[in-house]
């Protein structure tokens, strides 16, 4: 079970870069890494996925270092509304399918941007 | 385009009555989740199709929970009878076939939330 750690909650300022890191000892050899940004009522939406190295898209980069054990979501220049509930994903399906609750989202880490 | 249709947004009811949430998936996406989010146990995996199939529903909290999906364009969860405890945001999503060598990334609803009086 790839179970992940996150800090609970990380304050920040306006233009800023934000870097959350995420825990995941039991990562296994499929397994990718997403990363969701959720704000108050409404579902959480996709931001990166990456499996190893380095991603970068329109709005982070996702740092993922070889052993594969933790991995890094970067902000650039963060903005109030960026304040929202960050969330680490590492997909664990066994094979042939399973246990549903092993895809748990975890707790995330509330990051508030500051003026 | 249009993204994942949840209905209805908010629902309240009395315990002892049959609660039934809907969800229309993202077009082309074939497989589809339900999630429960509460304050105390966060964002939980309850049940996942994949090609309107149900791959596995352990993350079903008790056998008064069910959720189908006749079609590729529909799904429900339906709860009977619901107890207090139940109250919870509940998210669909969807996505391309999700399997574990293709973690495609979900597609989330903006939820039901659900209040057992």
């Known amino acids: 079970l790839a179970k992940t750690t996150q800090p609970i909650s990380m304050d920040s300022y306006e233009g800023q870069e934000v870097n959350i890191t995420c825990s995941h000892n039991n990562i296994a050899t499929n397994d990718y890494i997403t990363w969701y940004q959720q704000f108050p009522s409404q579902g959480p939406r996709f931001i990166i996925q990456?499996?190893?190295t380095k991603v970068t898209n329109e709005v982070a980069s996702l740092f993922i270092p070889a052993d594969r054990k933790s991995s890094t979501l970067s902000l650039p220049r963060v903005s109030l509304s960026d304040t929202a509930v960050y969330y680490c994903?590492?997909?664990?399906?066994?094979?042939?399918?399973?246990?549903?609750?092993?895809?748990?989202f975890g707790s995330g880490t509330q990051l508030t941007v500051l003026p | 385009d249009a993204g994942v249709i949840q209905s209805p947004r908010h629902e309240v009811t009395e315990m002892g009555q049959e609660v039934t949430l809907r969800c229309k998936p993202i077009?082309?996406?074939?497989?589809l989740f339900w999630y429960r989010q509460t304050m105390m146990r966060g964002l939980e995996l309850l049940i996942y199709?994949?090609?309107?199939?149900?791959?596995?529903d352990s993350g079903m909290p008790e056998d008064r929970f069910s959720a189908k999906m006749p079609n590729a364009s529909f799904s429900t969860l339906k709860i009977q009878p619901s107890e207090p405890r139940d109250s919870a945001v509940y998210f669909c999503?969807?996505?391309?076939?999700?399997?574990?060598?293709?973690?495609?990334?979900?597609?989330f609803g903006d939820g039901t939330r659900l209040s057992i009086l």
């Open positions: 199709f994949n090609n309107n199939v149900p791959i596995d």
């Open positions: 994903l590492v997909g664990d399906i066994p094979e042939g399918g399973g246990s549903a609750r092993q895809l748990t």
């Open positions: 990456g499996y190893k």
């Open positions: 999503a969807s996505s391309l076939e999700y399997t574990r060598y293709s973690n495609q990334p979900q597609h």
């Open positions: 077009s082309g996406h074939n497989s």
